[in-house]
């Protein structure tokens, strides 16, 4: 186990890979990956995120589900 799945408790997969394909975890929101740029991202991709139900946004890491 990551020292980031540790301190947060996410069980999410990114945490785990050495070099993960995106730069934050779709379910905690936590960098994964800060070898990778930030990107500025348009509310199309953030809803189409929404769509494939993801809390956080996989290359920025804005909030996109708000708390139940």
Request: aromatic share 2%; charged share 20%; hydrophobic share 25%.
């Amino acid at each position: 186990m990551t020292h980031a799945t540790r301190i947060n408790g996410c069980e999410n997969m990114n945490h785990r890979r050495p070099n993960s394909p995106v730069a934050h975890c779709p379910q905690c929101g936590g960098v994964v990956n800060s070898q990778i740029a930030g990107q500025q991202c348009s509310e199309a991709k953030h809803a189409a995120s929404r769509r494939h139900r993801s809390t956080f946004c996989v290359d920025c890491g804005t909030r996109l589900i708000a708390d139940r």
